[in-house]
């Protein structure tokens, strides 16, 4: 059975950094693909970040160069590692297990309970 488990979240200044950690349980962890979502009030979840069994990176327009995501197979473990937050990265954050097809990252239906994020101006 998959769990995820989200943690690393809280409150931080515009501009700080906050490293985020999604601990996977469950086989097949080094050959799937993951991936983090935010969901801010109101609005749908998105996807944030996504990285393949082979370490190759994806990211949203919105957060390009400023998170990354990085994955420890041995430890079953994905991070994201958020620089320079912004008002506008107040959401919750979840990680989740999924697939590519292609360019385009499809989720599996495993998720986490999520981590708060909050940014204040």
């Known amino acids: 059975q998959v769990q995820l488990a989200e943690s690393g979240g809280g409150l931080v200044q515009a501009g700080g950094s906050l490293r985020l950690s999604c601990a996977a349980s469950g086989s097949m962890f080094s050959i799937d693909a993951m991936g983090w979502y935010r969901q801010a009030p109101g609005k749908q979840r998105e996807l944030v970040a996504s990285i393949r069994s082979s370490g190759s990176t994806n990211y949203a327009d919105s957060v390009k160069g400023r998170f990354t995501i990085t994955r420890d197979n041995a430890q079953k473990r994905v991070y994201l590692q958020m620089n320079s937050l912004k008002p506008g990265d107040t959401a919750v954050y979840y990680c989740?297990?999924?697939?590519?097809?292609?360019?385009?990252?499809?989720?599996?239906?495993?998720w986490g309970q999520g981590t708060q994020v909050t940014v204040s101006s």
């Open positions: 989740n297990r999924g697939h590519y097809s292609g360019p385009r990252y499809y989720p599996y239906d495993y």
